[in-house]
């Protein structure tokens, strides 16, 4: 019989039957790049029209009211195609969970609706010039002000701050409690009035990152996400949901994407014919296969409704670890060829802006040494390091400008 049940909780029917749906709509609208973002805009909303985009949503908020069973089947037909929504990673594989999961029912009610269907997009705000690693230590303060909070401070690297419309964002909310415990986060519009933002300007010449100022910005009291002062907690697992989509959890299957793009290179200048060369790609394919193998078990904690675990860490810093060595290999057999490209050549840059952001891999979403350290503790149960700050108030410590 087809009709039996299978692991995902769906007949093979009716898997089989939403796979078929996926591949016509992504063969209807997703067989090319999006050039621009109303092309990715127009991509979601006919996604959400068709009932393919929050798929494990409730319909009532603007999703397709289906099962994670449902959104791993598209996870698994999307991948196969050129990414016609690149620059909606983080407003949905970031935001959108979290406004899922955290939301009061009338902040999703107003905003999921239109994350979902890409009418609007969304930047995360944690960063700061003084809190980097460490991002405990910010300084970006909220303070209440009858039915408003007043948000003062700046962020720094923020991903596509100028092309969003919201953001969420951590703030500190109470200086007294201990750097972890006084901690916010809060919905921000991004057009409003006491926000200021400056586009980073980048080694591959675009400007993808941001400075965010607040000065004096007003903000609903409704727009609280989650509980006062536990911020701390959701920018936790904020930051567990980036590491799985840096990681590349969301395809949920074997992929090899850097392996393909070395081995396109390798053929089209002919260094495939030395072995050393072969035996180098074959690394890479080995390590994207492991990367994706680990990302495909932290999805299965997605599929279970869990937030995702120390496993994004382990995506994350397979990520790095497979970015920087698709760049030693692509300065060895392309030389200058691998960083610099023709401006005009619409086509080019793929490879060369692969090797230059490949720097930036291993900070992004948190520096290399922080993944070490988590999989140290939560993964391999190793000590913790000294903490010399614990039990000490925030306004008492001397971080950042905090000084005297």
Known sequence: MTDTATDTGL?????????????????????????????QKAFLAAAADAGLAGIPVPKEYGGAGLTLAHEKIWREVKGNYPMPD???????????????????????????????????????????????????????????????????????????????????????????????????????????????????????????FNEVFFSDLRIPKDWLIGDLNNGWNLATAMLMYERVAIGGAGAGRINQPQYKMLLRAAEESGAIDNPVVRDQLMQVWSMETCKSLVAMKTRDELKAGRTPGPGGSLGKLFG???????????????????VAWDPDDETGGERQRAVLNSFQSGIAGGTDEIQRNIIGDRVLGLPREPAVDRGVPFRELKVGTQTD
């Open 320 to 338: 790095s670890v497979i970015a920087w060595k698709t760049r030693e290999i692509a300065l060895e057999f392309a030389g200058p060829g691998s």
């Open 86 to 208: 690149s620059e909606f990673i983080i407003s949905h594989g970031m935001c959108m969970p979290m406004l899922a999961e955290y939301g009061t029912h009338e902040q999703k009610e107003r905003f999921l609706t239109d994350n979902i269907s890409g009418k609007t997009m969304w930047c995360q705000m944690f960063s700061e010039p003084g809190a980097g690693s460490d991002v405990a230590s910010l300084q970006t303060k909220a303070e209440l002000d009858g039915d408003e909070w007043v948000v003062n401070g700046q962020k720094v690297w923020t991903t596509l701050a100028h092309k969003s419309d919201y953001g969420l964002v951590v703030a500190r909310t109470d200086p007294d409690q201990v750097k972890h415990a006084g901690i916010s986060m809060f919905i921000i519009d991004m057009r409003a009035p006491g926000v200021e933002i400056r586009p980073i300007h980048q080694i591959d010449g675009g400007s993808h």
């Open 11 to 39: 007949t093979r029917d009716e898997a089989a039957a939403f796979r078929q749906k996926c591949v016509d709509f992504m063969e209807q609208y997703g067989t090319k790049p999006a050039a621009t973002l109303d092309d």
